[in-house]
């Protein structure tokens, strides 16, 4: 007869893990979640014979629950908001996304792309740390907003993946002299015209 002895298995156990009690199969109750439950289970399990006088045997078994890629990665916020100044060089830092993966291991390595609203890549996102850079030079009488899509990826044989909106202003500069609307304008007065005409 093959039992758990409860007293010396890791506190819980025999919550999720059952011992047959004629074949000593060890089988899973329920569904453990590895975000939730205890990632490693010892289990001492007894096997008695049926003589007299009854003689056991103990074995320790240590049971490892191995994550599976079952979350997504969520970013701190739906939306950011960053501003640039219009002259600021390629390179030049705006900001950082960031997104968080409940998994573990691989399945939470997580990646940053730019996936949607910067046509003619002038900004950059770094895949490891989400900061976005600079990346082309801007102007802000042609371009006043970029509204970028960027998704956060993790590393999982099946990988999943969110995505967060990213708005950027564009904030002027003085770099424009002001002009004349006409090249040339020409008008006409009256001899003894009165002042203030």
Known sequence: VYSLLGDNSTEGADEFIAVNRITGAV??????????????????????????????AYRLIFITVVDTNDNRPVFDFD??????????????????????DLDDGINAQITYRIVAGD????????????????????????????NLTIEARDSGLAAL???CRVEIIVNDINDNPPRFSLDRSEFYIREGSSAGT
């Open 79 to 100: 939306v950011y908001y960053f501003n640039i100044s219009e002259d600021a060089t390629p390179g030049d830092n705006l900001g950082f996304v960031g997104a968080t």
């Open 119 to 146: 046509p003619n890549q002038q900004f950059n996102v770094n895949n490891y740390t989400g900061e976005i850079s600079l990346s082309g030079s801007l102007d802000r009488e042609m371009v006043r907003e970029y």
């Open 161 to 163: 993946n969110s995505s």
């Open 27 to 56: 089988t899973v109750k329920q569904r453990i979640t590895y975000d939730n439950e205890t990632q490693s289970v010892e289990l001492l399990i007894s096997a008695s014979d049926q003589g007299t006088p009854q003689r056991s």
